[in-house]
């Protein structure tokens, strides 16, 4: 009944919390596949920065190339910003080379001199062009990076370049999505313009003006087809980043180069021309992965070879769904774990799985994958935690509740018979036949002296008889199955028969005798000089077995053995000797009385008729000499 109760409480805590993880994990995969913000994304963050970390710098594909307006080129225009007719110098230098497209991360707001906005618009006509828009949001900075499975991100107020330049090149939004720490982590390829629009990402423009195509839009899918291939997207049309190393991965020249006439045409030809401030004092710049600042261009040249190499992070709905799985699945698993017998083990293989599914994540990333740490953890650890702290508390009361009933069984049943009994609750409910040593002992007078000494005096007497009997047999390994007032059944050969158990029988025998012999003469004189030990013992065949109602029962030995070792101590009380014990048990144990320590009148066995059985048996009497 205790392991039965203790299962069932074991099985509803797992189910309930087996429940409870699914339903957590359920509930947050919800709202991730919806993008929406959670406490958790600063978390997915900082572990996407671990496996960035991790997996360290790699080379940045050819086909994008910064021309960095860096504090060289300042210096050389004399001015910063630099002068229209500066740029447009630059511009032409750079068209001179054959580029793939002139993207040019510089806002084109304000009017200049007019001969040199003349002359830069004239500049982006002679290639293809693009040039940045810039955005303003309702909150501060960019759009969310964490996108919703929503409309696409409406600025406030975009920051259109002069009509000129307009008309001149294709214009692009250059705002990318930051997450809390100021990262970029998307660049949105789409914004919603107002008035039924959609305003194209200056990392989208430059992709498709190189490659002399229009984006078209899978809805279906979600992602983006240019140039015949299918680019996966985030929520909202937003593109992982998915950054090359510390700032200078992507190639970068200074256009000072482009001024001074020294541009080798090589570095340019057939790439992307990203043309922007790489000088810190411009203050463009971001935190990345990798560095505490990178220049603004560097971050969209980055996106734009991220779309053109198909290597940007992919995040799409089919990610989305594996991470809101795994939430809802981690969880289940860990607390399945968990519930095996041994805690130890289970702890271990949960926090295995939880590695093994952790290191799955970052082979997923190796592999351009952006699979959520931080929404599985969540979903998982707390419901674990809990979990183990609740079955721990289970299995310590459990263990307080089997620790007390065992005490209580330990005061009823024998103390060789409570560990069989716990490992094995139907120990002997078939009988056992089998060889056993029987030692039956008592008092002889004792009857007298309980009416001299009252029932208080009564009762410490048999205390301590009691206890000395325990202890001789317990030293011997026998088992006290019965006490019988001032007596007592030792059986050995319980809980199982072994080939000595006549010798320690016998040693049992003498060593009752001893310690109830000293017992008795340190009782006050009303007891001492009556009372005497009496032991009779046999050894054959009994059936060990249950006896009692089927919910109140004791273990015990029947046969005719348990007949003959009771009948023993009558034989004693007629010879006037305070031990008899059976041929058959000397025998079996090939001890003799002087082995033992003890003597008698004579060692001789001598057969002895006993009441109530047909045959007799042989019998020895022994005392101290």
């Known amino acids: 009944m205790i392991a039965a109760g203790r299962f069932r409480a074991a099985a509803t805590l797992t189910l309930l919390f087996v429940v409870l993880g699914a339903a957590s994990g359920t509930f947050l995969g919800a709202r991730h596949i919806a993008g929406l913000a959670s406490p958790l994304d600063r978390l997915e963050m900082l572990s996407l920065d671990w496996r960035y970390l ?12 910064i021309v960095a307006i860096d504090d060289a080129t300042i210096k050389r225009a004399g001015s910063f910003p630099l002068p229209r007719g500066v740029l447009a110098r630059i511009v032409r230098a750079l068209a001179a080379a054959d580029p793939q497209v002139v993207a040019v991360d510089i806002l084109l707001v304000d009017a200049g001199a007019p001969q040199q ?23 501060e900075g960019a759009p969310a990076a964490a996108p919703s499975d929503g409309p696409l991100p409406r600025p406030r107020r975009i920051l259109w370049p002069r009509e000129e330049f307009a008309r001149s090149a294709q214009v692009g939004i250059t705002n990318v999505s930051t997450d809390r720490s100021g990262v970029p982590r998307y660049a949105p390829l789409l914004f919603d313009g107002g008035g039924g629009t959609v305003v194209r990402s200056f990392v989208l423009a430059a992709a498709a003006v190189a490659q002399s195509t229009e984006p078209v839009l899978s809805k279906r899918e979600r992602a983006l087809r240019l140039g015949g291939r299918l680019v996966d997207t985030d929520l909202g049309y937003n593109l992982p980043l998915h950054y090359y190393g510390p700032r200078g991965r992507v190639q970068t020249i200074s256009a000072l180069w482009a001024l001074d006439g020294d541009l080798d045409a090589e570095d340019v030809r057939g790439q992307v021309v990203v043309l922007g401030f790489g000088a810190m004092t411009a203050g463009d710049s971001f935190a990345t992965p990798f560095d505490r600042t990178m220049p603004g261009v560097e971050v969209l040249a980055t996106g734009i070879s991220n779309l053109l190499a198909g290597d940007a992070l992919i995040r799409d709905d089919a990610t989305r769904r594996i991470d809101a799985a795994a939430a809802v699945l981690l969880p289940i698993g860990m607390v399945l774990l968990l519930a095996a017998r041994r805690i130890p083990l289970g702890a271990a293989l949960a926090l295995l799985l939880f590695a093994l599914w952790a290191a799955a994540v970052h082979l997923a990333f190796l592999r351009g994958y952006w699979l959520s740490f931080a929404l599985p953890a969540a979903a998982s650890l707390p419901i674990a935690a809990a979990y183990g702290v609740a079955r721990l508390s289970l299995e310590q009361r459990a263990a307080g509740r089997l620790r ?15 560990a069989r009994l716990a490992r094995d609750p139907r120990f002997l409910a078939t009988p056992v036949a089998q060889q056993a040593g029987i030692v039956f002992v008592d008092l002889s007078a004792f009857t007298g002296v309980t009416e001299a000494l009252g029932p208080a005096w009564t009762q410490e007497l048999l205390a301590a008889l009691h206890g000395r009997i325990e202890e001789a047999a317990t030293a011997q390994q026998g088992v006290v199955v019965n006490y019988m007032g001032d007596g007592a059944m030792i059986v050995f050969g319980l809980p199982a028969a072994r080939p000595d158990d006549a010798s320690r029988a016998l040693r049992a025998v003498a060593r009752l005798y001893d310690s109830l012999t000293h017992w008795i003469a340190d009782l006050p004189p009303v007891a001492r000089d009556r009372l005497r030990p009496r032991i009779g013992a046999h050894f054959g065949p009994v059936v060990l077995s249950r006896l009692g109602a089927a919910d109140h029962q004791h273990i015990t030995a029947t046969g005719d053995t348990v007949n003959v070792a009771n009948r023993l101590l009558e034989v004693a009380k007629e010879r006037h000797a305070p031990i008899a014990v059976s041929e058959n048990l000397v025998a079996a144990a090939a001890l003799g009385a002087t082995d033992l320590g003890l003597a008698a009148p004579s060692d001789r066995a001598t057969d002895v008729a006993i009441r109530g059985r047909a045959q007799t048996v042989t019998v020895r009497l022994w005392g101290r000499s």
């Open 54 to 65: 991790l997996a360290g710098s790699r080379a940045a594909p050819r086909g994008v190339v």
């Open 117 to 139: 906005d003349a002359e830069l618009a004239a500049a982006l006509r002679s290639t293809k062009s693009v040039i940045a828009a810039g955005a303003s949001f309702e909150a």
């Open 404 to 418: 007390a009933e065992g005490d209580a069984l330990r005061r009823f049943q024998p103390p060789g018979l409570v």
